[in-house]
């Protein structure tokens, strides 16, 4: 699972929660019975915990601990210092470390308690990140308790503080659709199923914003396969007349939404810059404010994403970012150029008119620029018979006008659905 930068949260939906003493030996020593000795009513009441190492005789108690590992400083940015194999509490063995991010780091665990494999977030030792994941594990509780197993947003098993690093637990999923992506060679999906991994991922948009949250993350690092299965399936073109280019598809299509780290409700004061660069609403980067619509525009960027193999807006500049807009989209709107913050000023002339390519970096940004393609002829590259159903999804999706943008329930009755 791989979880972007979290932003500073506001202060009101902080508070301070019982600190769970995670790091002190348990109260009573943990024993398990010999085998022979099971037969045992007083087996059958004692509170046990499944150990590793077999018993030394039978009828005999074998006293056994999980072993806490040694304290070590953490490291100069204040990630956990850990080494494989050894207990995140007597609970959680570490296995591997699955990724690694502004907020802290990853780690793949064995759960000795529920005998199955889970994530756990470790969060950096910092104030303002211990915080936020306070904020988030809050999120993440409300999230739950009111799915009824289809929001296709991660779970949260558990959450503790563990030597003053926020520890929130996970279900273990497959990899992210960027991963997948980057594993085919950046090969696109199948379009049937993007249209399968479309629905779900706005049922789960819809989801979060019924209860009032937006996500403002969405990108395809944070949207994850349940499954890691794959199958391989051959390439229509061959390498040589006797090799055959294989690429990867996943057994299975569902997928889940992750990192709520910068997830906000809807009534809450919001930052001024939110979403990564490539799925960034066009009223973010105008300083316009900015609400559930910016959920859906990136909703359409991850979408042609998936489709083509590429991001769609592949930059790293505000200006430049304009105008590939305006190249796939067609011009800005007059009415939201003239109510652009005074920071996003500089990016138009007095006529209202993008300062490009006047303003350009570089020639390279102008080529990057003049090489895109409309978005009809983008998606018909990709999409064959299905081109003007998804096409005008997209369109829908990616409207300037943040009140005129479908919402998440209103996409889902789109026709490119129907045959789902």
């Given at each position: ?12 939906r ?9 790091d ?9 019975i010999?085998?022979s000795?099971?037969?045992?009513p ?8 499944a150990?590793e ?7 005999k ?6 072993i ?6 953490d ?8 080494s494989?194999g ?5 609970r959680?063995?570490?296995l ?10 990853v780690l ?7 005998k ?13 990140y ?5 904020v988030?594990?809050d999120?993440?509780?409300?999230l739950a308790?009111n ?24 279900e273990?999923?497959g ?20 249209r ?10 819809a ?13 395809p690092?944070?949207i ?14 061959r390498i040589s007349?006797?090799e ?13 939404v ?11 004061k919001?930052?001024?810059i939110?979403?990564?660069r ?9 300083g ?12 359409g960027?991850i979408?042609?994403?998936l ?9 790293h500049?505000?200006?430049?970012h304009?105008?590939?807009?305006e190249?796939?989209?067609g011009?800005l ?11 996003a000023?500089?990016?138009?002339r007095?006529?209202s008119?993008?300062?490009w390519?006047?303003?350009?970096s ?6 990057a ?5 409309s978005l009809?002829?983008?998606?018909s590259r ?6 003007s159903s998804?096409s005008c ?9 943040p009140?005129?943008r479908?919402t998440?329930?209103e ?10």
């Amino acid at each position: 699972m791989v979880i972007a930068r979290t932003p500073p949260m506001e202060k009101e939906r902080i508070r301070k929660r019982p600190r769970l003493a995670w790091d002190v030996p348990p109260p009573e020593e943990e024993v398990r019975i010999a085998p022979s000795a099971r037969a045992s009513p007083a087996f059958e009441a004692q509170p046990l915990e499944a150990l590793e190492r077999p018993a030394v005789a039978a009828h005999k108690l074998v006293v056994e601990r999980h072993i806490t590992p040694p304290r070590r400083d953490d490291d100069r940015e204040g990630h956990y210092a850990f080494s494989l194999g050894e207990n995140l509490t007597p609970r959680y063995k570490i296995l591997s470390k699955m990724g690694e991010g502004t907020f802290g780091r990853v780690l793949e665990c064995w759960d000795r308690q529920t005998k199955e494999y889970v994530a756990i977030k470790v969060v950096r030792n910092v104030a303002k990140y211990r915080d936020a994941a306070l904020v988030e594990v809050d999120i993440l509780q409300h999230l739950a308790k009111n799915d009824n197993g289809s929001s296709h947003c991660v779970q949260i098993c558990n959450w503790f503080d563990y030597r003053s690093h926020i520890c929130i637990v996970f279900e273990k999923l497959g990899p992210s659709l960027y991963d997948f992506l980057k594993r085919n060679r950046y090969h696109p999906f199948p379009v049937d199923l993007v249209r399968e991994f479309g629905r779900q991922l706005l049922e789960s948009v819809a989801y979060m914003h019924d209860l009032h949250l937006i996500h403002t993350d969405l990108k395809p690092e944070n949207i994850l396969l349940e499954s890691s299965e794959y199958i391989k399936v051959p390439q229509l073109k061959r390498i040589s007349s006797d090799e055959t280019q294989f690429r990867c598809l996943p057994k299975s299509s569902a997928i889940k939404v992750i990192d709520f780290g910068s997830t906000t409700f809807g009534n809450q004061k919001h930052s001024s810059i939110v979403c990564t660069r490539h799925y960034r609403a066009p009223e973010v980067i105008l300083g316009l404010g900015w609400s559930y619509p910016c959920d859906l525009w990136s909703v359409g960027c991850i979408l042609v994403e998936l489709c083509s193999g590429e991001a769609l807006f592949q930059t790293h500049e505000s200006l430049e970012h304009l105008a590939m807009m305006e190249r796939v989209l067609g011009p800005l709107p007059e009415h939201m150029i003239v109510r652009a913050s005074q920071g996003a000023e500089k990016y138009f002339r007095r006529q209202s008119r993008l300062n490009w390519p006047e303003g350009a970096s570089s020639r390279e940004s102008i080529r990057a620029v003049t090489k895109l393609n409309s978005l009809q002829k983008l998606i018909s590259r990709y999409a064959g018979p299905t081109t003007s159903s998804l096409s005008c999804l997209l369109q829908g999706l990616l409207k300037y006008e943040p009140s005129e943008r479908l919402t998440a329930r209103e996409a889902l009755s789109h026709p490119f659905f129907k045959n789902l």
